[in-house]
């Protein structure tokens, strides 16, 4: 008799699947920051899930903004909002207005979305240039967009660079990682299993025994593989003619 695979138990909500999000302080984003104003870094904080450390602001009006902070920030620290800050670290202004050549995070993507691009540790995107069609900046990928004049993002470098470059050493820690961010590990291949547990199991050979290629609609049960593949393996060399 089978069984439910793991892409099925996933889909039906079990406990194991879900992210603890009741531990995590509190979101992160500018707003309700909108006009020039001042404020303090009143603490540095440690989140679930999260690799870089949590910068708690407290601006004039007594509010309170949570961002990834960039390296160099420290407790106390006075920080500046607005178009017109001055371009040092911390400080948060429009992109529009930042010189050149200058390392920013926590970047709004639209105007007014709070900050969405180059949050991750050890990020963050350059300041190419300024033109008509808006700023000019290159991404962590390597790619280059053009953002509204508007947007606004913070000066410096998201702390905790080379956090991915230490080993875990041991199983433990890579299961609380990825047990505080809601995801089952360790993950067993399919081919390992027996044929009741997973479509790709079975047999004494390791080896699907099946093409495992599957179309998008298939049924929950066999959809496992390359979903939706337009192509598998090495692309073919294609000469012109």
């Given at each position: ?22 531990r ?44 990834p ?31 050149e ?5 926590n ?75 809601g ?32 179309g ?26």
């Amino acid at each position: 008799m089978g069984k439910n695979i793991l892409v099925q138990r996933r889909g039906r909500g079990y406990f194991i699947f879900r992210a603890p999000t009741h531990r995590r302080i509190h979101p992160t984003g500018y707003n309700p920051v909108n006009v020039h104003t001042r404020g303090w870094v009143r603490e540095l904080l440690h989140e679930t899930a999260r690799g870089a450390p949590l910068a708690r602001l407290t601006i004039e009006s007594g509010e309170d903004v949570y961002v990834p902070a960039p390296e160099g920030l420290s407790v106390g620290q006075p920080i500046t909002i607005g178009a017109e800050a001055p371009a040092e670290i911390g400080n948060i202004k429009t992109i529009g207005k930042i010189p050149e050549g200058t390392m920013i995070c926590n970047i709004e993507n639209k105007p007014g979305d709070g900050g969405t691009v180059a949050r991750s540790s050890g990020s963050f995107a350059l300041v190419v240039s300024h033109t008509p069609q808006g700023t000019e900046l290159r991404l962590p990928s390597g790619r280059s967009v053009f953002l509204n004049n508007a947007c606004r993002a913070m000066i410096g470098v998201v702390a905790g660079s080379g956090r991915t470059e230490k080993p875990f050493l041991k199983a433990g820690p890579k299961w609380f990682l990825q047990r505080s961010r809601g995801r089952k590990w360790p993950v067993v291949k399919g081919q390992a299993m027996i044929s009741a547990s997973h479509p790709h199991g079975g047999g004494r050979h390791k080896h699907a025994g099946k093409p495992t290629t599957v179309g998008r609609w298939t049924s929950p049960g066999r959809k496992v593989g390359n979903i939706a593949a337009r192509q598998t393996g090495r692309a073919k060399r294609r000469t012109a003619r």
